[in-house]
């Protein structure tokens, strides 16, 4: 299962997602615990103690890592607190375990609120350096990559030269930009004073929430809490469906703002809401109070809007484009099913080209291994799954005359176990998918339940870093089996195995009040004795690798379960395609030297690796401007590609793509920019040319000819 980062305030501060205006120096609210945690917290700590994959005692040393790992998710840039702060909640990091195993969550809370108080003192400083001038000649550059590595800083004259610096910083991408002085530094204000606006709609089920990941990451990277709130939208999400209008919400400029609406929901069948339009109010009922919902967090309004099945939902609305002070209108719209069916598999056909024959490769794109486990465990025979629906695609691809099919599994984070085998076994029938061994040491081989596969013709997996954990066990069940070709980048490098616990259900209570807890309870191993733990899938056709391995991925957690291995399953392979595997791979290397789009990524992706390892931006002016010009001209003739051709790319768009690809350099936050430029750029962005795809199906119709030439060859002898 993908790794769920629930730190609300982390994402605020590191992607600072609205900017809307607030008073200067808000008062920060005092955030209590609630009984509720005490009990979640001691029955947590119960059960990883004793049962996790990897337990350790809740003592000193696991106080010591769970106080470091806190405070890496409340400053993990290191830009609040400074070595004296340290050194001022250096008693805590001996007492969190008591703090736990007692109730007594007073260190967690006030080092909670230490930040809160660095964190207004910060952005109130920087506010003050807005109305000051900057000096673009002088050398000085600022250090963006500030991680594990970094010293906290060792002063208050320390920490404010850096956020001179950062600021200094954020100024020049904007002026860069072609913003003037008066733009730069109105959006620069409210995008600092947004922050301490979101820091007073803090929650004391958000310092809950932070502190007890903290403790449940300290095991090993894929154990999580998840408070209540977190537990419905995992089960939203494994289950592909809710209960609401249909529409899909965002925070800009304190308003809760229509970013989408879900086709055949209440909010598009009802013809009266629009993208753009902002959420005012919302009530319960024909007669339920209005309550008003401008400056909410986007999760609280939410709340309100879902519900159950067949009620009414009354929304007060301003129009887009209309001013605050506007008349508001109201929509009544009764609730109902909504599924999520971007998030389901599709498929598509691609025609690939061979000379003068044309190869239909068919392609199943899977987000995720989903399943409704709630509909199966009440009996319902229709429950939503991953690997009914890719059977049913299966079947449509036959009709659809399909030499050859390709599974995209790129950027699916896992999920379902269950329907990683099922889903395997549609390629592979019966047999072993994957194994397991718990605590124990003891091993059980998971078998398909699929006498006769689905599909039995030339297949393609596509995978790249993002692809993790159960799409892992799909993609090295094809590998052993021989069953198809792996393309892409190496995988995640996730082997372990989860079970949510709901803490509710051990108190035998109905109330949803005390969270879940996602658990690591084994390492699963392939058919060959092998592990995809930190090394993830090695792919048998490499395609450029785009993302940094040091940064994400299995081997980027400082306490990942090292890799090891055990007795292979008993399996057979199921055809020889090891045999193919030379003349996939020079047919490939060919293409990808022949590619002027290949050749400009591969240069894109040094240039990148350059900025990276290079871990600063410099805040000279002239300097800056020579390096944009200099990345423009390089990434003219890829973007004309990426247009695919329709019209050459513009300078504009050249060096905006310039800049962004300068790390740490961000450009206007998304609410700073229109909606509708945001859109539109996400459109494009999904109309443009999937290289990956395009090749991969070109893999695949190589294997298709070579697969054929084969059993000619074959005939022939006989």
Request: proline share 4%; no cysteine.
């Amino acid at each position: 299962m993908k790794k769920r980062l629930v730190s609300i305030l982390l994402a605020l501060v590191t992607a600072a997602t609205t900017a809307s205006a607030a008073p200067a120096t808000p008062s920060n609210p005092v955030l209590l615990p609630q009984p509720q945690q005490m009990q979640a917290a001691a029955l947590s700590a119960q059960i990883l103690s004793r049962y996790h994959y990897r337990a350790m005692p809740l003592d000193d040393a696991m106080s010591a890592k769970i106080f470091d790992r806190y405070l890496k998710s409340l400053d993990p840039e290191k830009l609040f607190f400074t070595q004296l702060d340290i050194d001022q909640m250096a008693p805590a990091r001996t007492q969190l375990d008591d703090s736990i195993k007692r109730g007594d969550f007073h260190h967690p809370y006030s080092i909670f609120g230490l930040y809160q108080q660095r964190l207004a003192e910060r952005i109130g400083y920087a506010r003050e350096l807005l109305n000051q001038k900057f000096d673009f000649t002088k050398n000085e550059s600022y250090s963006y990559r500030r991680d594990k590595d970094t010293p906290w800083a060792a002063s208050e004259d320390e920490i404010r030269d850096l956020w001179r610096k950062r600021i200094k910083g954020d100024w020049l991408r904007l002026k860069l930009a072609g913003k003037d002085d008066k733009f730069i530094r109105t959006t620069l204000d409210k995008r600092y004073a947004n922050l301490l606006s979101r820091m007073q709609l803090s929650k004391s089920e958000d310092v809950f929430q932070i502190f007890m990941d903290a403790y449940a990451t300290s095991f090993d990277p894929h154990t999580n809490y998840m408070g209540p709130r977190e537990t419905a939208d995992f089960d939203i999400a494994m289950r592909l469906s809710l209960v609401g209008i249909g529409a899909v919400l965002q925070e800009r400029e304190d308003y809760i703002t229509i970013r989408e609406l879900v086709p055949g929901g209440p909010a598009a069948l009802s013809g009266k809401l629009n993208v753009g339009d902002r959420i005012v109010g919302v009530a319960q009922g024909a007669t339920g109070d209005m309550k008003e919902v401008v400056g909410w967090r986007v999760d609280d309004a939410v709340k309100l809007i879902r519900g159950t099945k067949d009620t009414m939902v009354r929304l007060d609305l301003l129009p887009a484009g209309a001013g605050p002070e506007a008349k508001p209108r109201e929509v009544r719209l009764v609730r109902d099913n909504i599924k999520l069916e971007e998030r389901a598999a599709k498929k598509s056909v691609i025609e690939s080209k061979d000379g003068a024959v044309t190869r239909r490769v068919g392609v199943i794109t899977l987000p995720m291994f989903y399943q409704d486990t709630e509909a199966r465990r009440r009996g319902d025979k229709n429950y939503r799954s991953a690997a009914r629906d890719v059977a049913r695609l299966l079947d449509e691809m036959k009709s659809d005359k399909v030499d050859a099919v390709v599974v995209d599994l790129r950027n699916n984070g896992g999920g379902s176990l269950d329907e990683a085998i099922g889903v395997t076994s549609l390629f592979t029938g019966a047999g072993p998918v994957v194994q397991q061994r718990n605590s124990k040491g003891e091993v059980a081989v998971n078998k398909g339940n699929d006498a006769k596969p689905a599909w039995d013709g030339p297949l393609g997996v596509l995978i790249n870093r993002g692809s993790a954990s159960a799409s892992e066990i799909f993609a090295a069940a094809i590998q052993d089996y021989g069953r198809g070709v792996i393309i892409g980048e190496p995988s995640f490098g996730k082997g372990t195995v989860q079970t949510v616990v709901n803490l509710d259900e051990m108190t035998h209570s109905d109330k949803h009040a005390l969270g879940e807890l996602k658990m690591t309870i084994a390492q699963f191993f392939r058919i060959n004795g092998g592990t995809t733990q930190l090394r993830g899938v090695t792919p048998d056709i490499a395609m450029p690798q785009l993302s940094d391995p040091n940064d994400f991925g299995e081997s980027s957690f400082d306490n990942a379960l090292p890799w090891s291995e055990i007795k292979p399953a008993d399996y057979a392979p199921i055809s020889d395609l090891a045999a193919l595997l030379p003349e996939l791979r020079t047919r490939h290397a060919a293409r990808l030297e022949a590619s002027a789009d290949f050749r400009y990524l591969d240069e894109e992706l040094a240039e990148l690796k350059a900025l990276r390892d290079k871990r600063q931006v410099s805040l000279n002016e002239a300097q800056r401007r020579a390096e944009e010009k200099a990345m423009t001209a390089k990434l003219a003739p890829l973007l004309a590609r990426a247009n695919k051709g329709d019209k050459p790319a513009t300078s504009k768009q050249a060096a905006d793509v310039a800049l962004a690809l300068v790390p740490g350099d961000a450009a206007l936050r998304a609410s700073e920019r229109k909606l509708t430029d945001e859109l539109a750029e996400e459109k494009a962005r999904k109309n443009a040319r999937d290289l990956w795809l395009e090749e991969a199906a070109r893999v695949v119709s190589d294997e298709s000819a070579l697969q054929q030439a084969t059993a000619r060859k074959s005939v022939a002898r006989n």
